[in-house]
């Protein structure tokens, strides 16, 4: 079972620039999460998606960001404007939600390096 | 509000001792679900253990045991005769039933370093 991928593994860019972020969840799972992990710190919730709908946004997550998951299958994260705050580790994770609690398993992460 | 208290930052031991790793979460919810993440130098959150509230019998998964007192609020983990391989940050994490994203509020993690 091929587990959470996430495109690039390290992306290091200069202030200002635009940034996108790909994850591709486990087959099947319907829900897809976006967490942001800064140094000595565990993740923290941005945004979550099931099926095609992003159905919450954390207020983490500022107008320079943006998330999507078209077809309800991968998502893309895009960052404008980049800002040395933005610096961060980005997860992605991914659940089968039938109701109740699921268990959401994680990617290895994008590391991003604003300058 | 919901918050998850991991006081030990850092924990060294050698190979073979048994180490606990402290967790104490804070919810209003009577419903909610603790768990356990293992995140090695790979940068990889591996899944380790989920428990409901309702459910606090003691789990045992080969060296790994879980101890979940609700009195205490509390949701340790015990390494029993830990390896190198141990060496990680873990995480000890909460979610609450009544959020509709199951979005998990972590800890801010205990890095394990287990020497030879």
């Known amino acids: 079972d091929t587990g959470v991928s996430q495109d690039p593994r390290h992306k290091i860019t200069k202030r200002g620039q635009n940034v996108t972020f790909r994850c591709d969840p486990i087959s099947e799972h319907n829900r897809l999460y976006w967490y942001r992990q800064t140094l000595g710190q565990g993740p923290e919730f941005l945004t979550y998606f099931q099926n095609e709908a992003q159905l919450e946004k954390s207020r983490l997550l500022s107008d320079r960001f943006s998330a999507e998951r078209p077809k309800g299958s991968f998502s893309t994260l895009e960052i404008q404007r980049t800002e040395q705050g933005d610096s961060a580790m980005y997860l992605c994770a991914s659940s089968l939600y039938r109701g109740g609690i699921d268990t959401q398993y994680f990617g290895p992460g994008t590391r991003l390096t604003v300058l | 509000a919901q918050k998850v208290t991991q006081a030990q930052t850092e924990i060294s031991v050698v190979e073979k001792e048994d180490v606990t790793l402290d967790c104490v979460y804070e919810t209003r919810d009577t419903t909610y679900y603790l768990f356990w993440y293992k995140q090695p130098p790979s940068g990889e959150l591996v899944f380790l253990i989920r428990?409901?509230?309702?459910?606090?019998q003691n789990e045992i998964s080969g060296r790994y045991s879980w101890n979940f007192q609700k009195s205490t609020s509390s949701f340790n983990f015990t390494i029993t005769a830990s390896q190198v391989v141990d060496s990680a940050v873990y995480f000890c994490a909460l979610s609450e039933a009544d959020s509709s994203a199951s979005k998990i509020i972590f800890g801010s993690g205990t890095r394990l370093s287990i020497r030879p």
């Open positions: 428990r409901n509230s309702f459910d606090e």
